[in-house]
């Protein structure tokens, strides 16, 4: 049955989706670290979005949080070395970090470069004491590559145990039919399957930027992992979220 949609063919959102994207649209730049060291030390839960470069992870981020230029989409993918935070919830009392962890997997990036972002993203995934959840980006043409499944493993003891949540974001839905829409959700949560421990705390959810899919499910899910459910008061709803061709990164 296909989702409801409004006359410009945006997906129909219930409150808590527009509570949820009202709540992501707060989002605001903290910080910049080329090393785990230069990453501020608090309190707060991250929430890191990784992807492979073309994956959609900028555009996706910006969608997110209905700003478009929030996340920054290199026209050459691969060259955006840094792990970003951005802080969300309200100004004075901010509930989460956004982490945008560097895209991987870009053929045109030097080997050296390659390696040292690996072990940073490797340190910070295994290490990171504030990590709650895991949003990864995974184009669904391609489903989960062998360099997708490399990355999971560094989180994987954190998941398998239940520390870290994860979420795998099917991208660019929008460039499959159904059928294969569908067949791309089964790969994904079968390749899942076999990762998995028994306490883990998985998703899989089919996004596209230019028709909104899952944007409602997606903001609602990364809200529901940091903001207990009694604090989730409604909040202004955002009007309009910002359409923009799928990113680089």
Known sequence: MTAPRTKNNSPVLGPNEKAALAWAHTTRFLTTASKLDQLPAHELPEVAFVGRSNAGKSSSINALTQQRQLAFASKTPGRTQHINLFAVGPRDAPQMLLADLPGYGYAAVARDAKLRWQQVMADYLAERRNLTAVVQLVDSRHGLTELDLQLL???????????????????????????????????????????????????VLLFSVPHRTGLGDLACTVRGWVVPAAAMAPMDPVVEVPTEPDAAT
């Open 153 to 203: 493993q560094f989180v994987k003891p954190r998941v398998d145990s239940g520390e870290v949540k994860l979420l795998v974001v099917l991208t660019k839905c929008d460039k499959l039919g159904r059928k294969a829409c569908a067949q791309a959700l089964r790969d994904a949560q079968a390749a899942l399957g076999e990762v998995a421990g028994e306490h883990a705390d998985i998703g």
